[in-house]
């Protein structure tokens, strides 16, 4: 009898390390710099340098100060991007199918040919990770860097996401989360990484591995902060924050 495989859906998608990320943006900018030479059209920024810019980013790294129960007020860096999740309601809603999951590895895509621009995929989308190009007039999003994963001329170290192979800290990391032998699958086990507001129903691929106590990571101690509420009732992404960082 021929054995089954150990897994039989990939899942290809990110670990992000709250722990250890740093807040630096060098994943946004090896993402931003990465995707204007690689993904087609560039992506456009309107006024760069002046009072008021906008652009498109796909990958952002948002800081929230928060109050620990006792010390001075703190950093939790937040990096977010498309979480290329297994029930997308980007590609449920997408009127003309460009939106898209692929099978043979989960990344969630954009068909920018078929694109309209409507924003329906922003609109369902629970985490706000979609980007409108303004001067393309379409929708684009993290791929996971499709073109450098599967790239064969490149050196085998160098097919990550451009945000993986850059982050300094080692706070990103890659693999199939479908194979529960992978190094990022035994990492969510070991660190009890958590998805992104589970209570959306999305099932996203990308897991977050929460803070570690202050006794078991005592050098890092100042990255690992118990946090106070922020509110009386939070909701959304804060209160997915207060109740993960709760449990530890």
């Keep these: 009898m021929t054995a089954l495989p150990s897994h039989t859906e990939k899942k290809l998608g990110l670990v992000i390390d709250l722990d250890t990320c740093v807040g630096c943006h060098a994943c946004v900018v090896a993402c931003k710099g990465w995707n204007d030479q690689a993904y087609g059209a ?27 129960a006792s010390g001075p007020a703190q950093l939790v860096h937040f990096p977010k991007s498309c979480l290329h999740c297994e029930d997308a309601p980007c590609v449920t809603v ?12 989960g990344i969630v895509l954009v068909n920018e040919d078929a694109c309209i621009g409507c924003g329906l995929c922003a609109w369902a989308c629970p985490y706000g990770a979609r980007e409108m190009d303004a001067a393309a007039g379409v929708m684009k999003k993290c791929t996971l860097c499709v073109d450098r994963i599967y790239n064969e001329a490149l050196p085998e170290e160098d097919r990550q996401p451009a945000c993986v192979r850059t982050c300094p800290a080692g706070a990103r990391h890659f693999g199939d989360l479908g194979d529960p032998d992978s190094e990022v699958s035994q990492l969510v086990a070991a660190r009890g990484g958590v998805d992104l507001m589970p209570e959306q129903g999305t099932k996203p691929v990308n897991k977050y591995l ?13 990255l690992a902060p118990y946090l106070e509420p922020v509110a009386t009732e939070p909701q959304g992404f804060l209160g997915w924050l207060d109740r993960t960082l709760d449990r530890i």
């Design 94 to 105: 997408c009127p003309t199918g460009a939106s898209y999951k692929r099978a043979e590895d």
């Design 210 to 222: 929460p803070p570690r106590p202050r006794d078991e990571v005592p050098e890092f101690d100042v």
């Design 42 to 68: 560039p992506l456009s920024d309107q006024d760069p340098y002046g009072a008021d810019p906008t652009g498109s980013f796909l990958n952002r790294v948002h800081s929230y100060e928060v109050t620990p």
